[in-house]
């Protein structure tokens, strides 16, 4: 009977290097989503509190595009991660 460790072993390179690409681009991914939402909030307040906020909004676009950038290449690497 194989263990774990034989059936890791038994796997295709390109399969084990997807799945571990995918997951760093998951780790990423939620950092730079922690930092969108920080962001956004100090966006928020900026506007609430009457100080100028259009450089915030600018820099919340580009946190807003690098998310999906990053989602999308995480559901790529795990799509090519299923064998």
């Not at 295709?12 to 930092?35: C, Y």
């Not at 307040?45 to 995480?74: I, W, Y």
């Amino acid at each position: 009977m194989p263990t774990s460790r034989t059936r890791r072993t038994a796997e295709r390179p390109d399969v084990v290097r997807a799945r571990r690409n995918a997951q760093h681009l998951e780790t990423f991914g939620g950092l730079l989503i922690a930092l969108t939402v920080l962001v956004l909030g100090v966006t928020v307040h900026a506007e609430l509190t009457g100080r100028p906020a259009l450089k915030l909004v600018g820099v919340l676009v580009l946190l807003l595009l690098a998310d999906l950038v990053v989602v999308r290449a995480a559901r790529s690497q795990r799509r090519r991660a299923t064998p």
